[in-house]
T-cell receptor, first 112, second 119 residues
Framework: RKEVEQDPGPFNVPEGATVAFNCTYS??????FFWYRQDCRKEPKLLMS???SGNEDGRFTAQLNRASQYISLLIRDSKLSDSATYLC?????????????FGTGTKLQVIP | GAGVSQSPSNKVTEKGKDVELRCDPI?????LYWYRQSLGQGLEFLIY????????KSGLPSDRFSAERTGGSVSTLTIQRTQQEDSAVYLC?????????????????FGEGSRLTVL
């Protein structure tokens, strides 16, 4: 089983739609979770952190379910500019090291 | 600027040549990562430097790949005897780990990458 798994997509959705991505992770002791966004031929950039209590930033909501070991990202009222690849990131801290594991990404295409 | 700087942004080389890729992290960031991304693929971890500790080299694909980080700042990734399959974008990221306070930040700041093409 991969350490971090995502559905690669692509998810093709119309403008205004709501879309959700899930990401599962294998290490139950993992401590920090993030969603990154990567535009075509660009570097990844932090979208938002993910907390057990859930967090919301405008149209974006992230959630962590530790019991089932998955994180989710919900995008409401999709815009054309949301088209990108969304990367799930899981971080483990041990012995003074920060092990960062990226998922392979879920591609989103928002269609006019 | 204040971000992660990588050079060269583009490098075309012939098979069998050696190449060096440079990463200048954000000042004060003690963690530095190298990743490789082939066209249409995910990020492949290569190596991780954490302060003065021994680096995590577990992602280096072969002994043709090596990296160093001098003075805890600038890092150089060296690929010897390049092969066509080495063609990819090489991304460097730095992180302010460990952060002060109880919260582990974990955010990685990426450079724009070095695009390597091996002919």
């Amino acid at each position: 089983r991969k350490e971090v798994e995502q559905d690669p997509g692509p998810f093709n959705v119309p403008e205004g739609a709501t879309v959700a991505f899930n990401c599962t992770y294998s290490n139950s002791a993992s401590q920090s979770f993030f969603w990154y966004r990567q535009d075509c031929r660009k570097e990844p950039k932090l979208l938002m952190s993910v907390y057990s209590s859930g967090n919301e930033d405008g149209r974006f909501t992230a959630q962590l379910n530790r019991a089932s070991q998955y994180i989710s990202l919900l995008i409401r009222d999709s815009k054309l500019s949301d088209s990108a690849t969304y990367l799930c990131v899981v971080i483990d801290y041990s012995g003074g090291y920060q092990k960062v594991t990226f998922g392979t990404g879920t591609k989103l295409q928002v269609i006019p | 600027g204040a971000g992660v700087s990588q050079s060269p942004s583009n490098k075309v080389t012939e098979k069998g040549k050696d190449v060096e890729l440079r990463c200048d992290p954000i000042s004060g960031h003690t963690a530095l990562y190298w990743y490789r991304q082939s066209l249409g693929q995910g990020l492949e971890f290569l190596i991780y430097f954490q302060g003065n500790s021994a680096p995590d080299k577990s992602g280096l694909p072969s002994d043709r790949f090596s990296a160093e980080r001098t003075g805890g700042s600038v890092s150089t990734l060296t690929i010897q005897r390049t092969q066509q399959e080495d063609s990819a974008v090489y991304l460097c990221a730095s992180s302010p780990f460990p952060t002060s306070g109880p919260v582990m930040s974990g955010e990685l700041f990426f450079g724009e990458g070095s695009r390597l093409t091996v002919l």
